[in-house]
Nanobody, 123 residues
């Protein structure tokens, strides 16, 4: 199983970025997909998740109203559209896959992880 995250970069506060996670080696439609992030010295934080069909999503409190998660099952890809970025959003962003039915917000509840993509937001 491989989860390849991309799209990170250096942006200014207020800008937008779209992260992409391309999956391979798994039956994509059998997995809940999620994004987590981890800033230096901090715990890994839940950002967003989407159910297998895409019908339901969930967001961490700090990103609600600014970030949007979506998926294209035919392309085995999940996206994270990030708008109105803030310096506090700076972190390495990881995509993750979970084989259960219900969304989880704890990193330990996910089966597979990508390598991460760095997002840096300057003030």
């Amino acid at each position: 199983v491989q989860l390849q995250a991309s799209g990170g970069g250096l942006v200014q506060a207020g800008d937008s970025l779209r992260l992409t996670c391309a999956a391979s080696g798994l039956i994509f439609t059998s997995y809940i997909m999620a994004w987590f992030r981890q800033a230096p010295g901090k715990k890994r934080e839940f950002v967003a998740a989407i159910t297998r069909s895409g019908a339901s999503v969930e967001y961490g409190e700090s990103v609600k109203g600014r970030f949007t998660i979506s998926r294209e099952n035919a392309k085995k890809t999940v996206y994270l559209q990030m708008n109105s970025l803030k310096p506090d959003d700076s972190a390495v962003y990881y995509c993750a896959a979970r084989s259960k039915v219900l969304i989880a917000v704890t990193p330990g509840d996910y089966d597979y992880w990508g390598q991460g993509t760095l997002v840096t937001v300057s003030s």
